[in-house]
């Protein structure tokens, strides 16, 4: 009976890891691409050079493209909490249910209904009004991304909220609004998607460039993205590096096991890459390379902080919550931390690099540089899932911090059988979505950017009255 | 009249909203293959829709999200009961989402005639599975004293919740059709405007009699007053027969108009029948999750009624404005 149950709540955790880190392939690329058009639109409405529209409409067929199964994955997300989670959502719904109706209210219906009206409108809206159709669409995505992270951010942290009746209940919504957990992952995660468009925008520009095709539109866009691209990477490095230092308030035991970090140290180091060291029976690594006080920095933001470790918060959470086992897996969480932070710190010199070669006049001969970039367009979307893996497998055996547990949270009724055949149908589809998806974009990233004419503008259908 | 009964209206409104709207994009879908006969015509019927469909949908998700935060525990059972079914749901729903910008961006006439029909398929099978699922709350799922489902996929399956499925998509199919009548001209609209006379008699037939036999499972299975579901019963039944006229005399506004009713009196008279319960359970009626009981408390109840008071009437006029300014017709092929 107890292996059966295990069995059921680690299918209900695949589908759930593998459709939401599935589901996050997009969303960045959303979240970033979509101010990214609307600048270009915005910069053809000002100056009135083509290249401008032109690069709109060759940015936002991608934008499209990816929107498409960005909306298609997320309503699994919409379902799933009570298909797969049906004691969970029973249990926080009265908390966690606001943003996520919110969320629907005002921000799925401003950004899909806008999107409609940009893609259809291009000759039925005035040019001020068209433009702005994308910038509200932007709105709407941020604030998509606002509203979700929230929700997140309280299983993370809960706040303004008490448990009654033995289910979590809303007592204070601008502390869940507001919640410093939350405002930090929402920052990390618009930093984070405004990386992703820029390094996109750069990577298929540089191709261009590389190719020596439309040389004077994509040059435009490379600068655009670099523009872009620095600040945000750079933000970025600082805004995570700030939110693991305030999460060492909120989930000591999170942050000791991304560190691998068994024992309480003061001054504690910063294990750059070891081997071995990631589980209770074999908690000293066979191989490690060491930065003395750095962990204690990073943490604490002070010199010679002290950083606490698996082993004693294990002791303090058995003391305050229960016999049982309250330590996250400790490698995923380890590498997902530096797959993130080492790829993070690549994307601030990639940005750098570019920006330096432009100003100097030789970014399209530096074809070492185009070809990197290009490769760099993988980066953020690599360093997102880790991120994510990081974030939800850190927080385990918790499913709402210090509440919930998530071997407890899952639907009673939903057998492994049919767990199994929702994972199969989940892997098939998404499957094929995938490589769908990866064909379209590949073929018209390599397209020529449509020409400034209207007539010829795709996916307005013939009209006549 | 309490907050938790205002937010069991409201998300009968949402349902109603999407009825009223996918199930136009819905036809549209399931018509493709046969009122479209060359690309060009099934470029216009989906240039009809293009622009909206998404934002339709979203009226799903926002019911979804509505009863999640209002009732976490009707959607709690309601979606681990239903499983299966929002499995194939989703399905559809995925294949039908993509295939919109996917077919457009597809260059071979195969991967375009592929993607046509995965929006086909989508269009059929999501309408008559939302019929089935939504049925079920009231025709009752065996449901154990915590409100855990006790059943299998095959117990959503009866000759109620089947006839419902049928119902939702023949309504759809004609919504569609007279969507299309209305939003196309030349030879594409001709035919649609056929199709629309054609689906009318079945759809007279069926919906009437899914309307008939809810009325009779709300009295019966329950214990409703008569009066409440059968206003909206009569209602959507005299706006269906009204279509069918309609159609027939070529007023194809009014027609369109008539399956917009007979949409939203479906969905309204499911809720009154359900009233003042979420989700029925049977066997085991003591078991049935009610209004008062699977909603979440006055604080948040609060909360979010002040966020949809401001939101809502704002999301109705962009969308309604929306409407206004794609409202030219188009034309097909040949």
Redesign the interface.
Known sequence: MTTLAVTTVDLARAQFATTSLYHFLFVPLTLGLTPLVAIMQTAWYRTGVDAWLRLTKFFG?LL??N???G??????Q??Q????W??Y??????????P???????A???E??????W???WD??SARVHLATIWLVAAGTWMSGYFILVANSWMQHPVGSTV?NG?A???N?WDLLTSRFAIYAFTHTMFVGVTTGALVVLGVSCWHLARGRNVDVFRRAAALALIVAVPATIGNMIVGSSFATASTDYQPMKIAAAEALWNTEQPASFSLFQIGGFSVDDQKPSFDIEVPHLLSILATGTWSGKVEGLNPLQQQEQGQFGPGNYMPPVEPAYWGMRVMAYLGALMVLVALAGAWLYRTKRLERARWFLWTAVVATAFPFVAAMAGWVLTEMGRQPWIVWGLLKTSEAN????SST?LG??LG?FFL?YGT?AV?DVV?MR??ARLDPPSALPSED??V????? | MTLATVWFCLIGFLWAGYFLLEGFDFGVGMLLPWVGRDE?DR??M??TI??????N??WL??A???T??????W???????L??A??LI??C???R??S???R????SPRARTAWQWANTVGSVGAPFLWGVALANLLHGLPLDDK????GT?LDLFSGYTVLAGLATVLLFALHGATFLTLRT?GELGARAGAAARRLSVPAVVVVAAFLAWTVAVAVDGNERGVAGPLVPAVLGAVAVVACAVLVRSGRVGWAFVATGVAAVATVATLFTGLYPRVLVSDPGFANSLTVTGAA??H??LT??TV??AV??PV?LL??GW?YH??R????GGG
């Not at chain 1, 959502?89 to 606001?98: L, Q």
């Not at chain 2, 999640?68 to 525990?73: E, M, Q, R, V, Y």
């Open positions: 067929a499209l493209i929107f498409a199964i909306v298609a994955t997320g309503l699994v919409e379902f909490f009570g298909m797969n049906s004691v959502s029973a249990y926080v719904g009265g908390v966690f249910g606001a996520l109706a919110i969320e629907g209210l005002a799925f219906f401003l899909a209904t806008f999107l409609g009206l893609i259809f409108g039925r809206l009654r289910e209940q809303l007592t919504v639907s009673p009724n939903v049919t055949i929702s149908v589809l979505l769908v379209l073929r018209f795709p996916p259908p013939a009209m006549s009255f | 060009e470029n216009a989906l240039g293009g622009p909206v469909w998404d934002g949908e979203v998700v926002v979804t999200g509505a999640f935060a209002a009732f976490p525990a959607y709690a059972t309601m979606f681990s009961a499983y299966l929002l499995l989703l399905v729903l995925i294949v989402v993509v919109f910008e996917w457009e961006r597809s260059a409100g855990v489902f006790t996929f001209h979440t408390e604080y948040a909360v979010i966020v949809g939101l809502l999301v962009y969308q929306t300014v794609l030219a017709r188009l034309a």
